[in-house]
């Protein structure tokens, strides 16, 4: 066990053992491994089409990574809150990190497990590309509205879907849509297996169910191993990574949580969580954690909601502020798209700017259910973009929002 020393604490680092370490070798070389990973010939589409089809130059997951990564929404993961929102400090993790670190995080398990690398990198980086501004308080107050006024909810995953395959009909594959709606890194399980799926139809099914009970977001599986993968990895990136963040926000000690089986500091985490990840699931069709990982992970994950997201005096100023400026944007949305009223930004700013994509569309976006269009607008929206949004539409009101400086 390798050792290192930080804040006066020895960090360690734990090993594949010998006997795996050798196999994994040894299979490897000799090919002889057995093969859980998704072909990409199995790859599904609404639309087979030529321009879409695996080659030489491009496989069909690859296909799928340039697709998200060239989305006209991608480059908004810039600046969407991941945890901490009024904050301007660089150092302090945006939404376009975090999916680079599961993707990372994600193709080193399994790689190692002889999986698929582009369909993992693709559920990756396209994960949360239907997150709300300010996080999961953003996520919580559009639900609460959408369904007041419509009944449907709203699930920041479900609606990645959307972006990925109606605001914007990209093609994606069923694997990849599949592996993004069932990411779900709030639910720890200590086994992940996958579950087939065989069709659009049949998840497009299960899609709709989730807009009529949130509930069915959590029953969601991944139907690739590749999924299941990305959804631990969604995890682990952000534990240890949300504590680095704690430290710099609001000077948490590293000392202030339980030592436990996987460490405390990022590093220790990230290692030890995929260490034991690959010692359980190598040459399996599900991934795993063993006892002591798995309840040091639910431990630490707990830890994590008691002294970061359910922080009160952050709660409340979110519920003071973007929740009251949420509702009010809403509402004076919806009015504009009812009244027609063209000169209002969800027209120049959203509905041109989807349109302007110019993808093959079945129906014109604009005539789209208008809450579902004021939604996607408001999902769409960086924090930035929010708060400059709100002071546009309002300029009388005493709602703003403070972030504290890299001097405060």
Not at 111 to 137: M, R
Not at 352 to 379: L, W
Not at 394 to 399: I, K, Q, R
């Amino acid at each position: 066990m390798k050792e290192s020393s930080a804040f006066n604490r020895k960090l360690h680092y734990e090993e594949l053992s010998p006997e795996l370490n050798e196999r994994i070798i040894k299979e490897k070389a000799e090919q002889s491994f057995v093969d859980f990973s998704t072909r990409d010939s199995e790859a599904i589409r609404r639309r087979p089409r030529k321009s879409d089809m695996a080659n030489v130059l491009r496989s069909a997951y690859i296909r799928d990574i340039d697709k998200i990564l060239h989305c006209p929404y991608y480059n908004r993961y810039s600046d969407k809150t991941q945890v901490f929102s009024f904050y301007k400090n660089d150092d302090i993790t945006r939404r376009a990190l975090h999916v680079q670190l599961v993707s990372r995080i994600a193709r080193t398990i399994g790689k190692c497990l002889n999986l698929n690398l582009d369909l993992i990198e693709a559920i990756a980086l396209g994960h949360d590309i239907g997150h709300t501004p300010f996080g999961h308080a953003g996520e919580k107050y559009l639900d609460q509205i959408y369904s007041a006024h419509t009944g449907r909810r709203f699930s920041h995953n479900i609606h990645s879907v959307r972006v990925l395959d109606k605001i914007y009909p990209l093609n994606i594959s069923l694997q990849t849509l599949s592996g993004i709606a069932s990411h779900d890194g709030e639910l720890e399980l200590s086994q992940y297996e996958p579950r087939a799926l065989k069709s659009f139809e049949e998840f497009d099914k299960l899609i709709e169910g989730c807009y009529l009970d949130k509930s069915n977001v959590r029953r969601l599986v991944p139907s690739t191993l590749e999924g299941c993968v990305m959804r631990i990895s969604d995890i682990i990136a952000y534990l240890g990574k949300d504590r680095q963040d704690a430290q710099r926000a609001r000077d948490i000690s590293p000392d202030s949580y339980s030592p436990t089986a996987i460490g405390t500091e990022n590093a220790e985490i990230i290692n030890n969580l995929v260490v034991n990840i690959v010692e359980n699931s190598y040459g399996k069709g599900y991934i795993q954690l063993d006892e002591k990982h798995f309840e040091a992970l639910r431990v630490s994950k707990e830890e994590n909601y008691a002294r970061i997201y359910l922080c009160p005096q952050n709660q409340e100023l979110l519920d003071k502020t973007v929740k009251v400026m949420m509702g009010e944007m809403y509402e004076r949305l919806l009015s504009d798209l009812e009244s027609n009223n063209t000169s209002s930004p969800i027209f120049t700013h959203h509905i041109k700017y989807v349109t302007g994509a110019h993808y093959e569309r079945s129906t014109p976006y604009e005539n789209e259910e208008k809450n579902q269009i004021v939604v996607d607008y408001i999902a769409s929206m960086t924090d930035d973009y929010f708060v400059d949004l709100y002071a546009y539409l309002f300029p009388e009101s005493d709602l703003h929002i403070e972030y504290k400086s890299y001097f405060d």
